[in-house]
């Protein structure tokens, strides 16, 4: 049934040119952000070294204070600082054996070229100097290191795997529904969901009390949204295919709007209901999956959003354009 959307007439069709515009202002927005500001990308993605640290109680007040007490010791070779990404570790490494403190996740990319077998010890030394006061090798809870070689091989493969699952898409598309302007519709509206979501991470990261960074998890995020989105524009196309049959005679943007108004319960109550678990989950879980649960919200939102007003009216405008040139 569609409940309280079942006499709603919208004119998703006649108002497509103002959301055209609203998506073109984010992305151009978004777009700027990602070429001047950039991501923040993770150990996984840029190389580096991961320490988890306790630190005792009263230390340090705050994060920029640790930040700023490594930066003097993690000097580079050209004689600039080499400043870490210090954020909040969850609780969750927390146990009794441990004095009263607060956890931090330190990450630096300071030595991370140098292949010399004494690299890793020097790197801790620095650390240990820098922290100072009652912080010993005993306050490291864990270590990770991604050499920059391998975080250039995953970074491609990442893309490479998004770039892949798009094109796999438009092929689906195509056998489904036998029309490229389907395809193209159902593309357009993935490309963007994407670039939204990483331009939400480009403005925001810094700014909020969490991490935005750019790593494996941000990847099966977005392939998350990427199938979130497509699942949610197949349903529209289905029932577009449906009243392409029935209503032959009606304009094409009668049963388009006919056919977006008809899903639009379905729409609506299927992504209520998921962001409203994602949110249950991002207040109350860990912090190491903030940044994945705040994707898959921003993803659930724009690809809600998009399959309404990007993929439907991008498949009418290149059905018309092309039915008026075969008139011609």
């Known amino acids: 049934t569609d409940g309280a959307f ?12 103002i959301f055209y515009v609203v998506s073109s202002v984010l992305i151009l927005f978004g777009s700027y952000s990602l070429v001047t500001k950039g991501l923040n990308y993770g150990i996984d ?23 700023e007490s490594l930066s003097k010791v993690f000097i580079n070779p050209d004689g600039t600082e080499q400043t870490p990404q210090v954020t909040t570790f969850s609780n969750l490494l927390e146990n009794n054996d441990l004095p009263a403190g607060r956890t931090v996740k330190i990450t630096t990319k300071y030595m991370i ?37 391998i975080a250039d091989d995953i970074r491609s493969s990442a893309w490479g795997s998004i770039s892949f699952s798009i094109l796999v898409i438009f092929l689906y598309i195509l056998v ?16 963007h969901d994407v670039l939204i979501v990483l331009s939400v991470f480009s403005i925001f990261y810094g700014l909020l009390p ?4 750019i790593d494996q998890a941000f990847i099966a995020a977005i392939l998350t949204i990427i199938g979130y989105s497509l699942n949610d524009t197949v349903v529209v196309f289905d029932r577009v295919r449906e009243n392409m049959i029935n209503f032959k005679r009606k304009e094409i943007h009668e049963f388009m709007n006919k056919s977006l108004n008809s899903t639009l319960s379905r ?5 209520f209901t998921t962001f409203c678990v994602l949110l249950i989950i991002f207040l109350f879980g860990g912090e190491v999956i903030k940044g994945f649960m705040f994707a898959l919200m ?31």
Request: glycine share 8%; no cysteine; proline share 2%.
């Open 210 to 213: 969490f991490t935005l960074e």
């Open 267 to 271: 729409t609506i109550n299927t992504s």
């Open 45 to 67: 993605f840029s190389g580096g070294r991961t320490y988890v640290v306790h630190i005792p109680e009263n230390q340090y007040t705050s994060n920029e204070d640790i930040q």
């Open 6 to 17: 079942k006499n709603l007439n919208i004119d998703f069709i006649g108002k497509r040119k």
């Open 113 to 149: 070229d140098d292949k010399g077998v004494t690299a890793d010890e020097e790197v801790r030394s620095k650390l240990l100097l820098g922290l100072g006061g009652q912080v010993t090798k005993d306050n490291i809870l864990s270590y990770d290191q991604v050499s920059s070689t």
């Open 298 to 328: 921003i993803g659930v939102i724009v690809g809600t959003y998009s399959s309404l007003f990007v993929a439907s009216p991008i498949m009418l405008d290149t059905i018309r354009r092309k039915s008026i040139s075969n008139n011609k």
């Open 176 to 191: 489904r529904f036998k029309k490229w302007q389907f395809s193209l519709g159902a593309v357009a509206a993935v490309f």
